[in-house]
């Protein structure tokens, strides 16, 4: 049988804490070259945002010039507005040259 080893004295630092990332909002922004149903999918589809959940971001857009369709990490909030400038121009409307316009803004 082996004999039991003994294990050596570890200093554990007990004094530290989790730092936590400030949060940051991603806030899409109205213009008049995009439909309902464009912003609804692009929610969806880039969000996962259930439809209706979708539709009322899209009208709040509409009706204040912005919504507030995420809070999260800054870095992850950076890559949900380069999805959104990516997404492409909406099929429904001719004249639409690209995608939406969105930001990143830190949450207060």
């Known amino acids: 049988m082996p004999a039991p080893t003994a294990t050596p004295d570890v200093d554990v630092d007990t004094n530290w804490a989790l730092k936590h990332q400030p949060p940051y909002h991603v806030i899409l922004l109205n213009d008049d070259d995009h439909t309902y149903e464009y912003v609804v999918t692009m929610l969806k589809d880039l969000f996962g945002h259930p439809l209706e959940k979708g539709f009322l ?5 509409d009706e204040k010039g912005r ?3 995420l809070t999260t990490t800054r870095e992850h909030a950076e ?6 400038h990516a997404y ?12 939406m316009s969105a930001v990143a803004e830190p949450a207060e």
């Open 79 to 84: 890559l949900k507005v380069d999805q959104i």
């Open 88 to 99: 492409g121009p909406d099929p429904n409307i001719a004249r639409c040259q690209g995608s």
């Open 67 to 69: 919504a507030i369709v």
């Open 57 to 61: 971001m899209a009208k709040e857009v």
